[in-house]
């Protein structure tokens, strides 16, 4: 044991500081960014809603590991224990802004007829209800995470996040960082040479700051000059405006505290549910990492700790929920103490009460910090397949397939948003020239019909012409992005899903694979994974009057069938396989 008087602030904390810190303030800006550029949803509600109760999670999260550091230094008598890192979950991050605000905001403003306002407020309380459901999941299932690790094997629970991590975290900030390529590929050349290769720089200063200030540099040099090419991104709003923001606070009145506010964020429980066990299942291995390094924390109270400090958030408003972070032994290694922790929670905390994240978002050019990004999703990548034995790596390469069909929707829904907004304003300037006598009302009534077609078409209702027998039929883009729909539809747990059944069939376990078959028939069933509606909203497969024309064949009778066929084939060759001789399992350790 060693005596000596823990320090629990020196020069490692420095470095260790910049790289906790800018993790977070990445995924805040990637969250209001990403909100902002894709569903045009208002950057100054966001700022003054949404990140305030999101950066309060951190703080409290980090204040509890930093108190949890100081403990053990206390207990185990040792001068060199580092603090568990905490801060937003990166792919809960893209998770929540691509299919539960984004898809909510869209939703409201198209379908429900809102304004912009009312369905950022709509969509802001779905949110909040999302990560209040978040925290109490994972305080539930804090004290049966072992358990979770248990039944559900490594490939399963890693595979979903692959996905996530290689087809949305790397891909969209890396084609983000490329609208300005000087500028994002020097950031992200120098995050892959310290952050990958482990190549120092001079001073120790950390890759992630000099990321950000060398190609921030670059961005307003060229800006100066003219250089930069495109057009950089216009801000709606002045910093000065987000300083002290009290618009949070309406989060106290409860308005989102109803039954109905729930009915509307429950169809989106198979999306947050399962990013909600991914944490709860990476803070363990977390735990075990920081273990490994020397620094030996109690599981339970780590997930605690995650618990409490996502339900914080989500009851102040925050919309991205909070995760214990993989980098403890890269932290430890810099030097880091527990002071980096502190300044970490301090520096976000204040960044979202006191107002000076609006600074943050409007001085730091967007390429800049995505490449960090970038890094974050090759290392999950990486690590999921690290961490999973050789003979399942099929299965961990199976679950990315739901994630890509929704990448393809997330472009897709874009484009047929951007139509459907144009559409909606050429309705109001046909209507416009009508009162004012411009065009006579048959050629008004004849251009809202095109346009009204033409919506139809561009959100994928389209039509073959009548056959010789008054038939028409869904066409084959229809089809196509229907059958996309329905594969993307609660795809993080249908990925988790796919990729046990795999291992479980490579390690010919097939009756629990027929089990996990089963489960996905019940879920397919009332739209829980295979939703065919683009809100991915939970129905009773037995009645669904509104379900798409393209979605004939696909739809939650017929997907439940799918799987119970599945469930049978897996169950009959299992009675094959107890009464045939037994083979062993190949690893697959040998290249060919």
Same mark, same amino acid.
């Given at each position: 044991?060693?005596?000596?008087?823990?320090?629990?602030?020196?020069?490692?904390?420095?470095?260790?500081?910049?790289?906790?810190?800018?993790?977070?303030?990445?995924?805040?800006?990637?969250?209001?960014?990403?909100?902002?550029?894709?569903?045009?949803?208002?950057?100054?509600?966001?700022?003054?809603?949404?990140?305030?109760?999101?950066?309060?999670?951190?703080?409290?999260?980090?204040?509890?590991?930093?108190?949890?550091?100081?403990?053990?230094?206390?207990?185990?008598?040792?001068?060199?224990?580092?603090?568990?890192?905490?801060?937003?979950?990166?792919?809960?991050?893209?998770?929540?802004?691509?299919?539960?605000?984004?898809?909510?905001?869209?939703?409201?403003?198209?379908?429900?007829?809102?304004?912009?306002?009312?369905?950022?407020?709509?969509?802001?309380?779905?949110?909040?209800?999302?990560?209040?459901?978040?925290?109490?999941?994972?305080?539930?299932?804090?004290?049966?995470?072992?358990?979770?690790?248990?039944?559900?094997?490594?490939?399963?629970?890693?595979?979903?996040?692959?996905?996530?991590?290689?087809? /949305?975290?790397?891909?969209?900030?890396?084609?983000? =960082?490329?609208?300005? !390529? @000087? #500028?994002?590929?020097? +950031? *992200?050349?120098? $995050?892959?040479?310290?952050?990958?290769?482990?190549?120092?720089?001079?001073?120790?200063?950390?890759?992630?700051?000099?990321?950000?200030?060398?190609?921030?540099?670059?961005?307003?040099?060229?800006?100066?000059?003219?250089?930069?090419?495109?057009?950089?991104?216009?801000?709606?709003?002045?910093?000065?405006?987000?300083?002290?923001?009290?618009?949070?606070?309406?989060?106290?009145?409860?308005?989102? /505290?109803?039954?109905?506010?729930?009915?509307?964020? =429950?169809?989106?429980? !198979? @999306? #947050?549910?399962?990013? +909600? *066990?991914?944490? $709860?299942?990476?803070?363990?291995?977390?735990?075990?990492?920081?273990?490994?390094?020397?620094?030996?924390?109690?599981?339970?109270?780590?997930?605690?700790?995650?618990?409490?400090?996502?339900?914080?958030?989500?009851?102040?408003?925050?919309?991205?929920?909070?995760?214990?972070?993989?980098?403890?032994?890269?932290?430890?290694?810099?030097?880091?103490?527990?002071?980096?922790?502190?300044?970490?929670? /301090?520096?976000?905390?204040?960044?979202?009460?006191?107002?000076?994240?609006?600074?943050?978002?409007?001085?730091?050019?967007?390429?800049? $910090?995505?490449?960090?990004?970038?890094?974050?999703?090759?290392?999950?990548?990486?690590?999921?397949?690290?961490?999973?034995?050789?003979?399942?790596?099929?299965?961990?390469?199976?679950?990315?397939?739901?994630?890509?069909?929704?990448?393809?929707?997330?472009?897709?829904?874009?484009?047929?948003?951007?139509?459907?907004?144009?559409?909606?304003?050429?309705?109001?300037?046909?209507?416009?020239?009508?009162?004012?006598?411009?065009?006579?009302?048959?050629?008004?009534?004849?251009?809202?019909?095109?346009?009204?077609?033409?919506?139809?078409?561009?959100?994928?209702?389209?039509?073959?012409?009548?056959?010789?027998?008054?038939?028409?039929?869904?066409?084959?883009?229809?089809?196509?992005?229907?059958?996309?729909?329905?594969?993307?539809?609660?795809?993080?747990?249908?990925?988790?899903?796919?990729?046990?059944?795999?291992?479980?069939?490579?390690?010919?376990?097939?009756?629990?694979?027929?089990?996990?078959?089963?489960?996905?028939?019940?879920?397919?069933?009332?739209?829980?994974?295979?939703?065919?509606?683009?809100?991915?909203?939970?129905?009773?497969?037995?009645?669904?009057?509104?379900?798409?024309?393209?979605?004939?064949?696909?739809?939650?009778?017929?997907?439940?069938?799918?799987?119970?066929?599945?469930?049978?084939?897996?169950?009959?060759?299992?009675?094959?396989?107890?009464?045939?001789?037994?083979?062993?399992?190949?690893?697959?350790?040998?290249?060919?």
């Amino acid at each position: 044991m060693n005596d000596t008087k823990y320090k629990w602030a020196v020069a490692g904390d420095v470095n260790a500081f910049f790289g906790l810190m800018l993790d977070n303030i990445a995924d805040l800006l990637l969250t209001i960014g990403l909100l902002a550029a894709v569903f045009n949803f208002p950057t100054t509600f966001a700022i003054g809603h949404m990140v305030p109760g999101t950066a309060i999670g951190v703080l409290v999260g980090d204040l509890i590991f930093f108190w949890m550091a100081m403990n053990l230094a206390k207990r185990s008598g040792r001068n060199d224990v580092t603090a568990m890192p905490l801060g937003l979950d990166t792919p809960s991050t893209f998770g929540m802004v691509f299919f539960v605000l984004g898809p909510s905001f869209v939703l409201g403003v198209q379908e429900l007829q809102l304004t912009a306002e009312e369905a950022a407020i709509r969509t802001w309380h779905i949110g909040i209800w999302s990560i209040v459901l978040s925290g109490i999941f994972k305080s539930f299932f804090s004290f049966s995470s072992s358990w979770i690790r248990r039944v559900i094997p490594r490939a399963g629970l890693l595979g979903s996040l692959a996905a996530i991590a290689l087809v /949305l975290i790397s891909f969209l900030p890396f084609i983000e =960082a490329l609208h300005f !390529p @000087i #500028v994002g590929m020097t +950031a *992200l050349s120098i $995050v892959l040479v310290t952050l990958v290769a482990h190549i120092r720089l001079p001073f120790k200063i950390p890759g992630a700051l000099a990321a950000l200030v060398v190609s921030g540099a670059i961005y307003y040099l060229m800006y100066g000059l003219g250089l930069l090419g495109a057009t950089p991104e216009a801000m709606e709003f002045q910093p000065t405006e987000a300083l002290l923001p009290t618009d949070w606070l309406a989060v106290f009145r409860f308005e989102w /505290l109803t039954v109905a506010k729930f009915n509307e964020a =429950a169809q989106y429980l !198979p @999306i #947050v549910i399962p990013f +909600a *066990l991914a944490t $709860v299942i990476g803070g363990i291995d977390c735990v075990e990492s920081a273990a490994a390094a020397g620094d030996e924390y109690d599981t339970n109270r780590i997930i605690g700790a995650e618990a409490i400090a996502t339900l914080v958030a989500g009851l102040c408003g925050g919309v991205i929920q909070t995760t214990p972070y993989i980098g403890h032994p890269a932290y430890k290694a810099m030097g880091g103490r527990a002071a980096y922790t502190l300044a970490t929670a /301090l520096f976000v905390g204040g960044a979202g009460v006191l107002g000076y994240f609006g600074f943050l978002y409007w001085a730091i050019p967007k390429p800049t $910090v995505f490449p960090i990004l970038v890094f974050i999703g090759l290392e999950i990548t990486s690590q999921s397949f690290q961490a999973t034995p050789k003979r399942h790596y099929p299965a961990v390469s199976i679950a990315c397939i739901p994630a890509l069909a929704a990448l393809v929707l997330i472009f897709a829904g874009d484009l047929q948003g951007t139509y459907t907004g144009l559409s909606y304003q050429m309705q109001g300037q046909v209507a416009a020239m009508a009162e004012a006598g411009e065009i006579d009302p048959e050629a008004a009534q004849k251009l809202n019909d095109m346009t009204l077609k033409l919506r139809e078409y561009s959100q994928g209702n389209i039509q073959t012409p009548p056959d010789q027998h008054g038939h028409s039929h869904p066409a084959g883009i229809a089809v196509k992005l229907q059958t996309l729909q329905m594969l993307a539809g609660g795809f993080i747990l249908t990925s988790m899903l796919w990729a046990a059944i795999l291992a479980f069939i490579i390690d010919r376990r097939l009756y629990t694979a027929t089990a996990f078959a089963v489960i996905c028939a019940v879920f397919s069933l009332f739209g829980v994974i295979h939703s065919p509606f683009p809100s991915g909203k939970l129905v009773l497969g037995w009645h669904v009057p509104d379900i798409p024309s393209a979605a004939a064949g696909q739809g939650p009778i017929y997907m439940m069938a799918t799987y119970v066929c599945m469930a049978v084939v897996l169950a009959v060759c299992g009675i094959w396989q107890h009464a045939s001789p037994m083979r062993e399992i190949p690893e697959h350790d040998t290249e060919s």
